[in-house]
């Protein structure tokens, strides 16, 4: 292997749930690594023409592993045992890499600092006034605590918005997840920059500098229509279009701002979006809780990709509930999001699946919707953003509420919790391991202290 | 120490949250074993003084533990280290023991057997038949399950209600816990016996054999208004009267029953509750959805012990939300249940605490409430029923996902799962260290084998 990685072989696994939802039981499961992998010139060659082609591809597609699952594969495939590394899959459930499809990572610093509280409180006696306190350094800090995190909880992969982005992938690249990182836009600045010209400067050389990263996906992010102006969207759908990149923005969170739009504009959200141009399958929307039947259709036609954040919703109480089952039964494209760990306070998606189908069986008084296959979907969903969800996740099934097993897929949704998870693969590397992490302990707790040491100046 | 335990001294604990939420940080613990033991005689005389007082009290509020703590406890109280157990406690949190309200724990063998199904179906097509095929044996089994989930998730009390109630208490006393377990009467009879005259003298026999149980308490249930005539629930109250236990119900839950009891008597099940003499601090009454303002009064009023299961009303859809406000603003005492594992699916209360609070804050569209500390008493309440809460949890904190801690109270409510917790201590002996059972090994793995085994008769 020219990486240097070894094949992995995980032996007679008691379950596997594929990408499909299929489930497989008492299979070996091998992660090759692909015996020719790309040189940095043919990886720049191949974005090169995907600029240009504008496919609706983009080269983190481009994988460096193979799986393929059957019985007895040592046997049938004739490998020599000494070449591969074996993990024992008695008593445990694979499952596909989790997805994080919206989040705000660095936020883990504020974790439960400000619970409990009005969305206007919140946002200005705590969230804001502590935000400016944060330096580079913070952040590169919170985003190592937001990665060890979901990957201890088996998120792979993520979406995420936040400023000072470079420090987001760099610590991602550190712990060795997949994210989508969006550069945040909005009129009046960010802590990166605070003149909106040299601000959407930035964004375009932050993109430049990482549209090459094997795992990391640039993207652009207009905060929403209350932070950013009609110009500032089209600005920001021009880099998008140039680059080929996702455009990710929040809309239809709170009524508040859908009737101070209306009152405004005498539009709602989804048809301004449409009428700007950038409802296409390229525009993340975050949230869309206050949306209409119609501007659900609408969505889902254009294939808009809608990131849900229940816990999110739910905790800051901003009042309704996304029209999920309007939303699919259109054919939308729903993935599953934490929100930042300042409203949630976590980021384990296993969670999120159980509270995102609880939420809408309670409000529709139906309990036959978001059933678990629907949640499952919503909560592996990295290739709706363009990565390759060949990330392999080991559930550790020798706990009592895990038994019996009269349906495994019923007991990772509605029994599993992120502290279940007990291996994880990405892209054929181990990054955990018997609910160990590979990196080294003093850099973890190092990171642990330094967290902790920066909460000392919050007020 | 008589009974053989040695006193535990929890060393240097990180924060230790008290049974009135105070918060102690980088304090000890110390857990003695009371030095005078009462002997049999002075128990049993104790509870017939009870018995004829009818005292608000039970037997079971005597404990044989005494919890204090303060800084360097070895130094200030002169404790010879080789007499006691130490724990460290660093990097921990120690709460009181977790209290499950209300929940059916062999209907972990249903676990994932009918998820997403409307109620009707739920019980007809799967819960029901599949139930009459449960063996005594079966439910002994169930039972240990749901009693090893619940000691794994810090669970240390639980307030029962199921069919074959002396295989629950063998279970309960086999692994430790504590436990109210009511004999369940239907009319049309349970598994136990058909007849229902048989079935109130068998609920006699059980309440007699268990009223001298140290960590058991006995209680009547009668199931529902929809399912026990008058005279049946006035039996149960004689019952309840006569042996000074408690008779826990179930009681709107649905729209259906309400609207059903008010066509046949014209009144709603409060007030009927209330006209048949049931109304009082004795009644334990689970669920309460579909109550009126002036219903949430009257059960204040009368301090009957409300066991409110967020997650069990939202899966099974059965509309309408529990007014917590509305009691709570009226005084009222809530604890927090699972319900049976066939609809939550799991037994983890930590995650109820969550759950409630996400539940009314959307609800009401209000961030404020069910705030923390409210969760928190609701999930550590079996005081409410006559235990004496002095056990203790040790959750672990070395965990990205409770990373910083800017708000202890909130990393327990709002981020923590049942994996989390680490060390269980059920009345000064420890019954989980290290997020390891103290029981043989071999004794649950056969156990769960059982538990795989008895779901193939399941369709």
């Not at 499909?20 to 070996?28: A, P, R, V």
């Not at 490998?79 to 994080?100: E, F, H, Q, T």
């Not at 919140?122 to 990957?151: F, H, Q, R």
């Not at 009428?275 to 969505?299: P, Q, R, S």
């Amino acid at each position: 292997m020219e990486n240097g990685l070894k094949n992995i072989l995980i032996k007679n696994v008691s379950y596997y749930i594929d990408g499909n939802l299929n489930i497989h039981q008492n299979c070996d499961i091998l992660i090759e690594q692909k015996t020719k992998i790309l040189k940095d010139e043919e990886i720049n060659l191949k974005k090169n023409n995907l600029k240009e082609s504008m496919a609706d591809e983009s080269i983190a597609n481009e994988s460096n592993v193979n799986i393929t699952f059957g019985k007895s594969l040592i046997e049938k495939k004739n490998l020599n045992k000494s070449d591969i590394k074996i993990i024992d899959g008695k008593r445990k459930c694979a499952i596909p890499g989790l997805y994080n499809a919206h989040t705000h990572i660095p936020m883990t610093l504020l974790r439960g600092i400000s619970d409990d509280m009005a969305l206007n409180d919140w946002l200005n006696k705590k969230i804001w006034p502590n935000e400016a306190k944060l330096t580079k350094e913070d952040v590169y800090t919170g985003s190592l605590i937001g990665c060890l995190e979901m990957l201890r909880f088996g998120v792979t992969t993520f979406n995420e918005m936040y400023f000072f982005s470079e420090e987001i992938v760099t610590a991602t690249k550190e712990v060795g997840l997949k994210a989508q990182v969006s550069y945040p836009i909005m009129d009046f600045g960010t802590p990166d920059e605070k003149n909106l010209d040299r601000l959407l400067n930035s964004a375009k050389k932050f993109v430049k500098n990482n549209i090459n990263e094997k795992n990391i996906l640039p993207g652009i992010a207009p905060h929403a229509p209350y932070t950013c102006s009609e110009e500032t969207y089209i600005e920001c759908k021009e880099i998008s279009i140039e680059n080929n990149i996702n455009l990710h923005t929040h809309v239809s969170e709170t009524r508040y701002e859908v009737v101070e739009l209306e009152n405004k504009i005498n539009m709602r959200p989804i048809d301004y979006l449409e009428k700007i141009g950038v409802l296409n399958e390229k525009l993340n929307a975050a949230h869309c809780v206050w949306i209409t039947k119609d501007e659900a259709k609408k969505l889902s036609k254009n294939n808009v990709k809608i990131l849900h954040c229940p816990t999110s919703n739910m905790k800051l109480a901003s009042g309704g509930v996304m029209p999920a089952m309007e939303l699919l039964n259109n054919g939308a494209n729903i993935s599953l999001g934490t929100d930042g760990p300042a409203s949630n306070n976590n980021l384990d998606i296993i969670r999120e699946m159980k509270t995102a189908s609880l939420l809408h069986k309670s409000h529709r008084w139906d309990p036959t919707v978001l059933n678990i296959d629907t949640a499952l979907k919503m909560g592996i969903n990295s290739e709706s953003i363009g990565f390759k969800n060949n990330d392999i996740v080991l559930l550790d099934l020798n706990s009592p509420h895990f038994i019996p097993i009269n349906n495994i897929k019923s007991n990772i949704v509605y029994c599993a919790n992120g502290n279940d998870v007990d291996t994880v693969i990405v892209d054929g590397k181990i990054l955990l391991e018997n609910k160990t992490y590979k990196l080294r302990e003093a850099f973890i707790n190092t990171t642990y202290k330094k967290a902790c040491k920066i909460t000392e100046k919050f007020n």
